[in-house]
T-cell receptor, first 114, second 112 residues
């Protein structure tokens, strides 16, 4: 099992450009999440999904969109990148409801917006 | 709103010694879960230990153990026989029926 994988590992964007981050898990987990990690702030939830075809907003959803067309994949999109979106992005998945089950994390994507 | 506080931004410990990382949280819920995650320089987030609030017995995983004080809303992590590979950021996290909240982290350095 690869667990949770993220593509790409690093990316540099110019302000206004768009991109999509891909998360894939091979554990047949129902729940998937996107977090961003900023210095001194821990992890903050952007969006999450409770199953194929579903998405929901987290703590900091503005400027991001997500899709869960397949159970194993969860995509995070930035339509018009801003410097404030410079961060490290983590994807995670869990078997059961997000509030009680252990989450398994991907290796992260470091995004810089110039 | 639930909050998680880690009052020690940075700590260091000598190899083979014991260190305790502090975590406090605020909630009005009675049923919830607490976690410690480790993030080494590789950035991967790794679950260290998990505690269910309704269990009075403190969770233990090899060299890692917790001191869960429900009344005080405290959830500290003790690392025994510290190893160089324990050098990492450690995040305390809280989860109830609605929220999953991470603390700001404690950077632990294990010194040779």
């Amino acid at each position: 099992n690869a667990g949770v994988t993220q593509t790409p590992k690093f990316r540099v964007l110019k302000t206004g450009q768009s991109m999509t981050l891909l998360c894939a898990q091979d554990m047949n987990h129902e729940y998937m999440y996107w977090y961003r990690q900023d210095p001194g702030m821990g992890l903050r939830l952007i969006h999450y999904s409770v199953g194929e075809g579903t998405t929901a907003k987290g703590e900091v959803p503005d400027g991001y969109n997500v899709s869960r067309l397949k159970k194993q994949n969860f995509l995070l999109g930035l339509e018009s990148a801003a410097p404030s979106q410079t961060s490290v992005y983590f994807c995670a998945s869990s078997r059961d409801r997000r509030s009680t089950d252990t989450q398994y994390f991907g290796p992260g994507t470091r995004l810089t917006v110039l | 709103a639930q909050t998680v506080t880690q009052s020690q931004p940075e700590m260091s410990v000598q190899e083979a010694e014991t260190v305790t990382l502090s975590c406090t949280y605020d909630t009005s819920e009675s049923n919830y879960y607490l976690f410690w995650y480790k993030q080494p320089p590789s950035r991967q987030m790794i679950l260290v230990i998990r505690q269910e609030a309704y269990k009075q017995q403190n969770a233990t995983e090899n060299r890692f153990s917790v001191n869960f004080q429900k009344a005080a809303k405290s959830f500290s992590l003790k690392i025994s026989d510290s190893q160089l590979g324990d050098t990492a950021m450690y995040f305390c996290a809280f989860a109830d029926g609605q929220n999953f909240v991470f603390g700001p982290g404690t950077r632990l350095s294990v010194l040779p």
